[in-house]
């Protein structure tokens, strides 16, 4: 702390030297490392900024999933709800009826919060809270989002998660934001297929050196060798419209959290995106 209040930073390295063995001295070397300090945390700023607009940006290219699952359970409520009228309006009112539908009511009025809170969720920005977490529970919360989204480009969407996953400590919506962008890439790899199953695949496995591992297969075209070692490059996009931030951002996620992400092509078809992220650690539990 400086007179003036503000914050210096000092990188200092010494060792310890014994030119005579009664006398210890210690060389070093004291750098002023304040700039470099301010210049990583505004990128840190600026990446999580980032990070929020793509995240945005998502769920605007979602918003009819979104709409269409928080709109179910809302007929439902409105069904039962007149059902319950009906019900009441009978000459001999059934007690049993009615509760059934108010239970029924009550399930689908969770379901929509539930729905409403996940998106809140995506739409928080802030900086990252780490957390002990299971990635499967990650993955499903994910997954919901995006149901009305697979029906409509009719693809078949299945889950193989692996009960042995270990313990992460992580942030829960920044692994959400790289599931979805991995989802959304592969459904959209899948829109101009005609001569076979659309088909997705989400896999997660623990893999030899304990790390947990997701793996997004799609059954599209696959990755063109020219493109592979841009794919996770800022601004790079194979898609029209594209602003060539998502998987950028999925790279900087995962390697925030200690973790990598790579992408290479089915043995058989299409393209698989995979990131793998390590065990709690002791002092982080």
């Not at 310890?16 to 700023?45: C, K, N, S």
């Not at 990446?47 to 979104?66: M, Y």
Request: charged content about 20%; glycine content about 6%; proline content about 5%.
């Amino acid at each position: 702390m400086m007179p003036g209040g503000t914050i210096k930073h000092l990188h200092v390295v010494a060792h310890a030297v014994r030119d005579d063995p009664a006398i210890r001295r210690f060389v070093g070397a004291i750098m002023d490392v304040t700039a470099a300090r301010l210049a990583e945390r505004q990128l840190r700023e600026v990446q999580a900024e980032l990070a929020h607009v793509t995240r945005l940006t998502a769920l605007g290219e979602l918003s009819a999933s979104i709409a269409h699952e928080v709109t179910q359970p809302l007929a439902a409520i409105v069904t039962n709800g007149e059902a319950c009228l009906r019900w009441l309006g009978h000459p001999i009112p059934s007690p049993e009826e009615v509760q059934a539908c108010v239970e029924r009511m009550i399930v689908d009025g969770k379901r929509a919060a539930e729905i409403v809170r996940r998106v809140r969720q995506l739409t928080r920005k802030g900086v990252s809270q780490k957390m002990q977490l299971d990635l499967n529970d990650v993955i499903n919360d994910a997954v919901s989002l995006v149901q009305h989204e697979v029906v409509s480009h009719r693809v078949s969407l299945r889950l193989k998660l692996s009960p042995e996953l270990p313990p992460l400590f992580a942030d829960r919506i920044e692994l959400q934001q790289v599931i979805l962008n991995l989802v959304i890439n592969g459904i959209q790899a899948m829109d101009t297929l005609s001569d076979r199953p659309r088909e997705l695949l989400i896999e997660t496995l623990r893999d030899e050196q304990g790390y947990a591992v997701v793996a997004v297969h799609d059954t599209g075209n696959g990755i063109k060798p020219e493109t592979a070692n841009q794919l996770f490059e800022p601004f790079f996009t194979t898609k029209p419209n594209g602003m060539g931030m998502g998987l950028s951002i999925c790279r900087s996620i995962i390697e925030a959290h200690g973790g990598r992400v790579w992408a290479s092509n089915h043995v058989r078809q299409g393209a698989v995106f995979h990131f793998s992220l390590p065990p709690t650690k002791v002092n982080e539990s």
